[in-house]
T-cell receptor, first 110, second 112 residues
Framework: GQNIDQPTEMTATEGAIVQINCTYQTSGFNGLFWYQQHAGEAPTFLSYNVLDGLEEKGRFSSFLSRSKGYSYLLLKELQMKDSASYLCAVSDINAGKSTFGDGTTLTVKP | DGGITQSPKYLFRKEGQNVTLSCEQNLNHDAMYWYRQDPGQGLRLIYYSQIVNDFQKGDIAEGYSVSREKKESFPLTVTSAQKNPTAFYLC???????????FGPGTRLTVT
């Protein structure tokens, strides 16, 4: 099975940088995904990591260490619209599906 | 425009009735998924299908049923056997097994 842990809540200030961590345990790792979900809406895909290292996409970056079972999502130059839940999901090739963490609710304050 | 649609957005039913939620995609994706989300919680997998005419149970399949007769469509039936059916239901599709998923807008089901 899979076990995914993320902090439940985080608060940050507009213009700042925030790092959301995700740790996981899985037998057949096939990639890690980050999704953003605004309140009352569906999740949207942000990033995908399958190899170790940092993937940068504009203000958002995602890092993966497979040996440590660890990933983080880095959000720079925070904006009020970044207030949302951020979901970490791990793909298992043996199971043929992904499992989602419970999400981290980020609140950006002025 | 390619995308994934769910209907209706809001659905109200009486206890004891079966209800079917629609999910259609025109992204030509092989894999489709159904999730349930309760307030303040993450996504829990109900059923998934990697190919037409085949599907597998997820983590919380009891009280639900699905079919995958066409590549584009993956309807979910919430049966009267589901003890707590009131929830936000999300359908997703992906280009292949265990790849990034694209979600529909969701259906909020309320059973009273």
């Amino acid at each position: 099975g899979q076990n995914i842990d993320q902090p439940t809540e985080m608060t940050a200030t507009e213009g700042a940088i925030v790092q959301i961590n995700c740790t996981y345990q899985t037998s057949g790792f096939n990639g890690l995904f980050w999704y953003q979900q605004h309140a009352g809406e569906a999740p949207t895909f942000l990033s995908y990591n399958v190899l170790d290292g940092l993937e940068e996409k504009g203000r958002f970056s995602s890092f993966l260490s497979r040996s440590k079972g660890y990933s983080y999502l880095l959000l720079k130059e925070l904006q009020m619209k970044d207030s949302a839940s951020y979901l970490c999901a791990v793909s298992d090739i043996n199971a043929g599906k992904s499992t989602f963490g419970d999400g981290t609710t980020l609140t950006v304050k002025p | 425009d390619g995308g994934i649609t769910q209907s209706p957005k809001y659905l109200f039913r009486k206890e004891g009735q079966n209800v079917t939620l629609s999910c259609e995609q025109n992204l030509n994706h092989d894999a489709m998924y159904w999730y349930r989300q309760d307030p303040g919680q993450g996504l829990r997998l109900i059923y998934y299908s990697q190919i037409v005419n085949d599907f597998q149970k997820g983590d919380i399949a009891e009280g639900y049923s699905v079919s995958r007769e066409k590549k584009e469509s993956f309807p979910l039936t919430v049966t009267s056997a589901q003890k707590n059916p009131t929830a936000f239901y999300l359908c997703a599709s992906s280009p292949g097994t265990a790849l990034e998923q694209y979600f529909g807008p969701g259906t909020r089901l309320t059973v009273t």
